[in-house]
């Protein structure tokens, strides 16, 4: 098994280098280059989805690159880092969550290799968009470490790089999600193209829009997810 951690907001120093690795595709560049890590017990890659240092917008994210880098240095199994806003009031700033499911409201990405000449066209399975088995892992890492991680949880994904409006996150709501995220599509979606495993490890940032009276503050925020970083740092050192 050959693993690699996909890092968003807050994610970008969590881990020891040991190399970094310039990787082309036929997509480009990916976000930044490929580290070597070591975390606990393992070693694996890590890519800063928002590039080093951290300017590449959600919607900008070139993540059939990433995604092909990674496949290319014979990774099979992906762990997401994703900064999330929640609609679940169990679910607030600073928890963990392990989603099971996803809605994808973006558009306009480069979301499938069957884009063009380079790869067949192919319709995957995606009724879970998760794999269990690395799902499995990350809750039994968290348990093991003593952390508090939600099992499951319905992830939309927007456009971003805005937040939503509160009717927005009513809507989400009633189509049932409990997070909301700018990350997760395609990237998800592109790892199951390429054949690899991929789980979500969301952190709670804020509540989503409306849902409590105080405005969504970026310095908020990213306050929460600093303090945060600390337990996902943990929870991969116990995988
Ligand atoms: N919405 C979308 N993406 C996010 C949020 C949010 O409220 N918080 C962190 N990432």
Redesign the pocket.
Known sequence: MSLAIIGG?GALDLFEVIEQKRVETPYGPPSSAIARVRFGALEGWFVARHGRPHRIP?HRVNYRANIDALHRLGVDRIIAV?????MDPRCGPGALVVPDQLIDYTWGRLHSFSDDDIAPLRHIEFAEPFAGSTRTALLEAARRAGLRCHDGGCVAV?Q?PR??TAAE?RRMSRDGATL???TTMPEAALAREAGMDYASLCV??????GMDETP?SEEA?HDVLAGAMADVRVLLASL
């Open positions: 907001t959600p994703n900064a999330v806003g929640s927007t971003g937040l939503e996150i909301v995220g700018m709670v940032a804020n509540a989503a829009a969504i925020i």
